[in-house]
């Protein structure tokens, strides 16, 4: 299932993420900041390379259609 995620490089969400891959799904990432989504992402032992990125944030429209675009679920 694929499956857009706000929030990734928090706590709560990247560890949300991490769950979200283990159990088979593609996430996509909505993250203002791509250089600390890599980092965030290092730490977790997670390929920031196998993980499409959606650069922007919740206040962005076009970011936010490509977030959604095909998803089947939001977190």
Same mark, same amino acid.
């Given at each position: 299932?694929?499956?857009?995620?706000?929030?990734a490089?928090?706590?709560?969400?990247?560890?949300?993420?991490?769950? &979200?891959?283990? /159990? #088979?799904? !593609?996430?996509?990432?909505?993250?203002?900041?791509a250089?600390? +989504?890599?980092?965030v992402l290092?730490?977790?032992? &997670?390929?920031? /390379? #196998?993980? !499409?990125?959606v650069?922007?944030?919740?206040r962005?429209p076009? +970011?936010?259609?490509?977030?959604f675009?095909?998803?089947?679920?939001?977190?």
């Amino acid at each position: 299932m694929r499956v857009a995620l706000t929030g990734a490089t928090g706590f709560v969400g990247s560890h949300t993420l991490a769950a &979200l891959i283990a /159990a #088979g799904h !593609e996430p996509r990432i909505l993250v203002r900041d791509a250089s600390k +989504a890599r980092r965030v992402l290092d730490g977790l032992g &997670l390929d920031p /390379a #196998g993980i !499409e990125t959606v650069v922007g944030d919740l206040r962005d429209p076009h +970011a936010i259609d490509l977030l959604f675009s095909g998803a089947d679920a939001l977190i």
